[in-house]
């Protein structure tokens, strides 16, 4: 039976093992020491994205989030953000966490408010209203082969949260009012419309943009949709 060792990447100064594993050492593939933008010195075009992701099933995905839920909330609730410690306690739409390309490759889970009660059918709705809010938190599995013990480690790396919410009318049209808002597994707001750090999110403007349509909303895969 072959055994896997996990990291548990916490922040760049806090790292928590779990199950059979030894210490990095220097002969080990170089340590993820969290997500962050594509482009930390420059108006990044996309979101950080990682390598060398393992596929996860989304019974493995869902134990490995049970490990992590709770540091990613309190990493997140650093940051002051209201509700960023408290989102896991909204209504989450997703069973299992999936992975997302377009957010760096991370497994998300989605949660909203009660404002945002219509988001899992959004598809056939009118748009949400204001003070909606949705949450996504995101991890990532990473392994890599020691180059001298041929040995495969897995690293499970905390993501960021990425937060939409929508503004009052007026607040920005081409965003259809929505405020995007991204928060780093650390507490550090990295980013957000109309705010400080605004250039760190604007990438997700223009993705967004694309579903102009159903009130910039994208959903989660229909194999992981949880019934409402």
Not at 2 to 31: C, H, I, K, Q, W
Request: charged share 20%; net charge neutral; hydrophobic share 35%.
């Amino acid at each position: 039976m072959r055994m896997v060792r996990y990291m548990v990447l916490l922040t760049p100064l806090a790292l928590v093992f779990f199950g059979n594993v030894s210490a990095v050492t220097p002969e080990d593939e170089a340590v993820q020491t969290g997500s962050q933008s594509s482009d930390a010195s420059n108006v990044p075009r996309r979101h950080f994205r990682l390598r060398h992701v393992a596929e996860l099933d989304p019974e493995e995905s869902a134990r490995i989030y049970d490990l992590v839920k709770g540091a990613l909330a309190k990493g997140y609730a650093a940051s002051g953000f209201k509700g960023a410690g408290s989102y896991q306690s909204l209504t989450r739409y997703n069973d299992a966490p999936y992975e997302s390309s377009s957010h760096g490759n991370h497994y998300l889970n989605n949660y909203a408010n009660d404002i945002a009660r219509d988001y899992g059918k959004f598809e056939q709705g009118a748009p949400l209203p204001e003070g909606s809010i949705i949450f996504k938190d995101s991890f990532s599995v990473t392994e890599i082969q020691q180059r001298f013990s041929g040995t495969k480690s897995r690293q499970i790396v905390l993501g960021p949260l990425f937060i939409m919410r929508k503004m009052a009318k007026g607040f920005n049209r081409v965003t259809g009012d929505w405020q995007y808002i991204q928060i780093q597994p650390d507490g550090e707001i990295l980013g957000m419309t109309g705010g400080k750090g605004a250039e760190h999110v604007e990438y997700c403007i223009g993705c967004h943009l694309a579903r102009e349509q159903l009130d910039h909303l994208y959903f989660i895969p229909e194999a992981r949709r949880r019934p409402q």
